[in-house]
């Protein structure tokens, strides 16, 4: 069966450190792989996805970058982070059929002080 | 504009009463639709999924959602409603503006549902 793997589960971090968060797949080949982020347990912003390795598309300017450096693996990263990139950030992973769920990792807790 | 509307903030109810969460979508072509739930300080769990057929769509936890092509809805229901069942529900509708690979999701802004024993 197939699994999703995010950590660390919560981080701290200062304004202006950098960032990297990271998230891998288990139990499936190319799949599809998203970012979001949740603000005050809301609504969920995507924020990056990816179809294949190297292949990354951003839906809304920001602070932060992705990567896809390996198959199953994409990581969130940022060089400077801001008190505004507090929030959960969740990784997902689909097929690449229109009819396929998208399968969400626990997330990671990020608070900028 | 295709879009996703959970028109309640928060849904209360006793426990042994059915609930209803709402979902209404705006998307052209066929809309994939689904619920998701969510549990604090967890990701979203995948409930049910209506992408053709019979317009009842049952799914996990013995959760239901009736699809209504006619008023764009997709409402999520369950007979008889469980504390446990509290938690942050998510109605999604895939984007169907790009290739159609993406897989990506449209999702409304949740609704709180509150089961009180």
């Known amino acids: 069966s197939q699994t999703i793997h995010q950590w660390p589960a919560t981080l701290v971090q200062p304004v202006g450190s950098p960032l990297s968060l990271e998230c891998t797949v288990e139990?499936?080949?190319?799949?599809?792989l998203y970012w979001y982020r949740q603000a005050a347990g809301r609504g969920l912003q995507l924020l990056f996805y990816?179809?294949?390795?190297?292949?990354i598309s951003s839906e809304v300017p920001q602070n932060l970058s992705a990567s896809r450096p390996q198959d199953r693996q994409f990581i969130l990263s940022s060089k400077k982070l801001l008190l505004s990139d507090s929030g959960f950030y969740l990784c997902?992973?689909?097929?690449?059929?229109?009819?396929?769920?998208?399968?969400f990792g626990d997330g990671t807790r990020l608070s900028i002080l | 504009a295709q879009s996703v509307a959970q028109p309640e903030d928060q849904v209360n109810v006793a426990e042994g009463n059915p609930l209803t969460v709402k979902c209404t979508y705006s998307?052209?072509?066929?809309?994939?639709l689904f619920w998701y739930v969510q549990y604090p300080n967890r990701g979203l769990q995948f409930l049910l999924k209506?992408?053709?057929?019979?317009?009842l769509v049952k799914g996990s936890y013995g959760f239901e959602a009736e699809f209504n092509k006619s008023q764009t809805s997709f409402h999520l229901k369950k007979p008889s409603a469980l504390v446990s069942d509290s938690a942050l529900y998510f109605c999604?509708?895939?984007?169907?503006?790009?290739?159609?690979?993406?897989?990506?999701?449209?999702f409304g802004q949740g609704t709180t549902l509150q089961v009180k024993p």
């Open positions: 209506y992408i053709t057929g019979d317009n």
């Open positions: 997902a992973w689909g097929g690449d059929g229109g009819n396929q769920p998208q399968h």
């Open positions: 998307v052209s072509g066929n809309p994939y």
């Open positions: 139990g499936t080949s190319n799949p599809n």
């Open positions: 990816s179809v294949g390795i190297g292949q």
């Open positions: 999604a509708v895939r984007d169907t503006r790009r290739s159609s690979n993406t897989g990506k999701l449209i």
